[in-house]
């Protein structure tokens, strides 16, 4: 009879030790969350100068005159449209503009690279609201009366869907480049015995935003993404309900479009064209 007390006491106290091991555990997660979700590069101003000349960027300054990010002028003048993009959660702005070449090499189109809060040389720090109030106030600087066109590459791709909530009527096609359905899913995934989706505070439930949205929509999913897999992009495509257009690269990793460039955007331009 006191050998089983005993056990039973050393099998309450691991479970007490385990548990506390485990609410701290929840705690250290719900506290330290956003290093998890942004990966912020800080430069100096002359630094970002520099980087965005031998990119071939300009500065993109708000009605303020604060820099929000930078823009590339298609050589071709006037412009047939602007593309905004937002990049994924570990790039910046300046080393974004390879989407510019990319995009210019297919089509006369003005391209604006959104930089986030707390990213190069912009203040603040990166947070769900703060990057969706970045976004529209970068998408009200676009000119309006040509097309205006969105490309979200992972995280970014959770900022394009909330523009495309917002803005339904202003925005003629997205291309989401490894994008989600929700960033709890993802989260769920990486971390399956974490109580995620009461823990995450900044969620961006792009499949949510999505619902307002009746434009053209291009997803690409990759079948070796370790950080976003396919599923979770295909979960996003298969919930919209608009005209949609789908490329899937087995053999590429997160944000890798394994086809040639200049093929993939003339691609998704012509979809974006398309009545």
Not at 77 to 106: C, F, K, L, R, W
Not at 250 to 262: F, L, W
């Amino acid at each position: 009879m006191t050998k089983q007390i005993s056990l039973a006491r050393v099998a309450r106290l691991f479970f007490i030790l385990g548990l506390t091991a485990y609410v701290g555990l929840c705690v250290f997660m719900a506290i330290t969350q956003r290093s998890f979700i942004y990966h912020p590069q800080a430069y100096n101003p002359q630094e970002v100068d520099r980087m965005a000349q031998f990119a071939g960027l300009e500065r993109w300054t708000n009605s303020a005159g604060e820099n929000i990010g930078f823009k590339s002028r298609s050589i071709k003048q006037p412009s047939e449209g602007s593309v905004m993009v937002m990049y994924g959660n570990g790039s910046i702005a300046t080393g974004s503009a390879h989407y510019a070449n990319d995009i210019q090499a297919v089509a006369p189109l003005d391209v604006y690279i959104l930089e986030y809060p707390g990213y190069e040389d912009r203040p603040g720090p990166p947070t769900q609201d703060g990057l969706f109030a970045a976004a529209s106030n970068g998408f009200q600087m676009i000119p309006t009366n040509k097309p205006v066109y969105l490309v979200g590459e992972s995280l970014g791709s959770g900022v394009a869907s909330y523009l495309m909530g917002t803005y339904t009527n202003r925005i003629a096609g997205v291309v989401l480049i490894s994008p989600f359905n929700r960033l709890a899913a993802v989260g769920q995934n990486h971390f399956p015995m974490l109580p995620v989706s009461l823990l995450l505070v900044d969620r961006f439930p792009s499949e949510d935003f999505l619902r307002n949205y009746r434009g053209k929509v291009g997803v690409t999913v990759d079948g070796r993404d370790d950080v976003v897999p396919e599923e979770f992009g295909l979960r996003l495509y298969n919930s919209y309900n608009g005209p949609k257009k789908l490329w899937q690269f087995p053999t590429g990793g997160h944000c890798q479009i394994t086809e040639a460039a200049t093929d993939f955007w003339a691609e998704a331009i012509a979809f974006w064209r398309t009545h």
